[in-house]
């Protein structure tokens, strides 16, 4: 049986993901992109994975990278989400610090810096699958994408 992609797409837009930027350093110049596909892989050691898209403007730089900048976005971080989705040159310019050398968004829930650990071909996608060096967090509660929308998580 083969899925429709169009209707897997939409299928898989009920599934909340968090959000995040990615950055890494190609030479001399910062690189990154939103992602939604942050997840936790292993306690011990400590790996996250996400993956980036083959045609993604940032794939050659995030698969030769050897280190990582994950910060999860904060709920008032979509116009920063939308700013690492687009193709803006500027997207470095504000809003962002140096952790450990590595591009970092101010503000963030959460920052984790990682090392390559491992490059995992799946499909039109390369998983990164990155050991957590260091992980910190704010007080803000994350960004969510749910249904082709950014959305927040409300307190039950």
């Not at 306690?43 to 994950?70: G, I, M, N, Q």
């Not at 310019?93 to 650990?117: E, K, N, T």
Request: aromatic share 6%.
């Amino acid at each position: 049986m083969n899925v429709d992609p169009s209707t897997f797409r939409a299928v898989l837009s009920h599934v909340p993901t968090a959000v995040a930027v990615v950055t890494a350093i190609d030479g001399t110049e910062p690189c990154g992109m939103t992602i939604g596909s942050l997840g936790s892989l292993s306690r011990e050691p400590p790996l996250v994975l996400f993956c980036v898209a083959r045609e993604a403007r940032s794939h050659p730089a995030l698969r030769t990278a050897d280190r990582y900048c994950v910060s999860v976005l904060a709920h008032d971080q979509s116009a920063v989400a939308r700013r690492f989705a687009d193709r803006d040159p500027d997207r470095f310019r504000y809003g962002m610090f140096r952790l450990h050398g590595l591009p970092a968004v101010v503000g963030a829930a959460a920052w984790l810096l990682c090392a390559r650990h491992e490059l995992v071909s799946g499909g039109d996608h390369t998983l990164v699958i990155a050991r957590v060096e260091q992980a910190t967090h704010g007080s803000s509660p994350p960004l969510v994408y749910h249904r082709r929308s950014f959305r927040t998580l409300i307190p039950a």
